[in-house]
């Protein structure tokens, strides 16, 4: 730990300052308790806004970045702690006056002139350098040949900008996008202002109009052009496509409003201003470990997989897109929680698979039988990836929390019937929208919607070391556990590749 040079001044003042026992008791919270990261994020208050600003330098591939967070204090405090890794930070000032700071522990501690008090709406201004090809131990970061994209699910947006990282908090965004006139930054929400610049660059400004979590931020630079075209209800959709490619992934692109209709059928109206994808302008296998994610209103993905057959990406595509309801309106309160994500895409995902008559990679032709297929490794996945509510950081992201998760609302829709699992689902989605829940919000709301005490059956389902019984299938079957199953190569199944 070491003190930054330029804020020398300020932190000695600070330290001048006489300490009761009320000042020397208000040190941020350590951490928000996550049961996955539990040192990500602080409770100490409440981020309301940020106002990101983003100028690529093409000449050293780096980002100079400013951000501003608007947060309501929650405690009496002498310092504010961001999440921030990899960030070179210059200045920090708070309400205008600068502050004090210190980086340490993936965390930036900021030190205002005085103690804040519980209660007080505060600015805190950070001005940073970032090079989105550092080694760090995660990132955020997604390194094209002519830019950048962000990818920061799970604990990868503080890479990006110092922020409370963690679900829950949840906040206002404005992004704004500096590049060369060559290139395009882009962003989540729709552009606001375009701003041409004297020296052959040009800034664009983006709103996004409903609160965002940290992990769900997109910008990009890049060689891109922009694909227009309209919803079933008329929303506005834009795709970013990197202009090179654009012919090759128009077919993709152009199966989006079909999709959405889909969803809207099953979730309700689209829950956002615009929606579109961001086929990311690299062919790299490494520039990130997944094929697509959620990011608000503009899914990233790796380019060549949206130029397979649409019986090979359609129902991916869908996965992605629910998400819009199921993790980006309705986010997790913790990664805990993750399963209420995944598990909804992928049961959505299935669903439009095999109602368009998609076999899947093992031959499964409808719902009921890949479930059959699942269920019968249920003890293998909780032996080897936890029960469906309980991941760790190693195995957050592995098929118990995808396929696992969708197996858990068959099970409920087996007990409670199509027409009331549906009344679940559209109760959950419309009591939390543009907010968070967690797996007991859902519980209740299944139990109240449905009349009956079902917190028994979905906590065994959830929580539970042994696989239940499926209602309605009695001749189902549970394989018995491979002890040594997770120590082989592609012992444990990851993710929603198999869609």
Request: glycine share 10%.
């Amino acid at each position: 730990m070491s003190w930054h040079r330029s804020a020398l001044a300020a932190a000695l003042a600070l330290a001048a300052l006489p300490l009761g026992p009320a000042a020397a008791a208000a040190a941020p919270a350590g951490g928000t308790g996550d049961p996955v990261y539990p040192s990500l994020g602080t409770t100490a208050y409440d981020a309301l806004a940020y106002d990101l600003a983003f100028t690529y330098r093409p000449a050293t591939r780096t980002v100079d970045g400013t951000t501003v967070l608007t947060a309501r204090a929650l405690t009496r405090t002498a310092e504010l702690e961001l999440d921030a890794l990899g960030l070179d930070v210059h200045a920090v000032r708070v309400d205008g006056r600068p502050a004090g700071f210190r980086a340490h522990d993936e965390k930036l501690t900021v030190l205002p002139a005085r103690p804040v008090r519980a209660g007080t709406v505060l600015r805190v201004e950070v001005e940073y350098t970032a090079d989105p090809r550092a080694t760090l131990p995660h990132t955020g970061w997604v390194v094209t040949p002519d830019g950048f994209a962000v990818a920061g699910q799970p604990d990868g947006a503080h890479t990006v900008f110092p922020c409370n990282d963690r679900p829950g908090d949840k906040a206002r965004f404005t992004i704004a996008v500096t590049a060369p006139d060559d290139l395009l930054g882009v962003a989540n929400g729709l552009p606001t202002s375009t701003e041409p610049h004297a020296d052959g660059t040009t800034t664009r400004r983006y709103a996004v109009r409903e609160p965002m979590a940290t992990e769900l931020l997109q910008a990009s630079v890049g060689r891109y052009t922009v694909r227009e075209r309209r919803g079933p209800q008329g929303q506005p959709l834009r795709d970013v496509v990197p202009t090179a490619r654009a012919a090759d992934l128009e077919p993709a692109l152009a199966l989006t409003p079909g999709q959405l209709a889909w969803a809207e059928q099953h979730l309700g109206r689209y829950p956002f201003e615009t929606y579109g994808l961001l086929p990311a302008d690299t062919d790299d296998p490494q520039a990130f470990g997944f094929t697509g994610l959620e990011t608000q209103t503009l899914t990233l993905y790796k380019p060549n997989f949206l130029r397979q057959p649409e019986p090979l990406i359609g129902s991916h595509m869908m996965h992605e897109l629910v998400h819009s309801w199921f993790g980006n309106s309705v986010t997790p309160g913790t990664w805990a929680d993750l399963w209420l994500n995944e598990g909804h895409a992928d049961f959505y995902g299935l669903t439009y698979r095999y109602e368009r008559g998609w076999p899947d990679s093992g031959g499964s032709t409808t719902l009921t039988d890949r479930m059959r297929r699942v269920y019968a490794q249920g003890d293998q996945w909780r032996h080897d990836s936890g029960p469906v509510a309980v991941p760790t950081a190693a195995t957050l992201f592995d098929s118990q929390r995808y396929t696992g998760g969708a197996l858990v609302l068959f099970a409920l829709r087996e007990l409670v019937g199509p027409e009331v699992f549906d009344r679940i689902e559209r109760a959950f989605l419309r009591r939390h929208r543009h907010g968070t829940a967690t797996t007991a919000d859902f519980l209740r709301t299944a139990a109240e919607v449905s009349g009956q005490p079902l917190d028994g059956f979905l906590r065994e389902w959830l929580y539970g070391e042994r696989t239940p019984p499926m209602p309605g299938h009695p001749d189902w079957t549970v394989d018995p556990v491979d002890p040594d199953a997770a120590r082989r190569p592609g012992g444990v199944p990851r993710g929603s590749g198999t869609l």
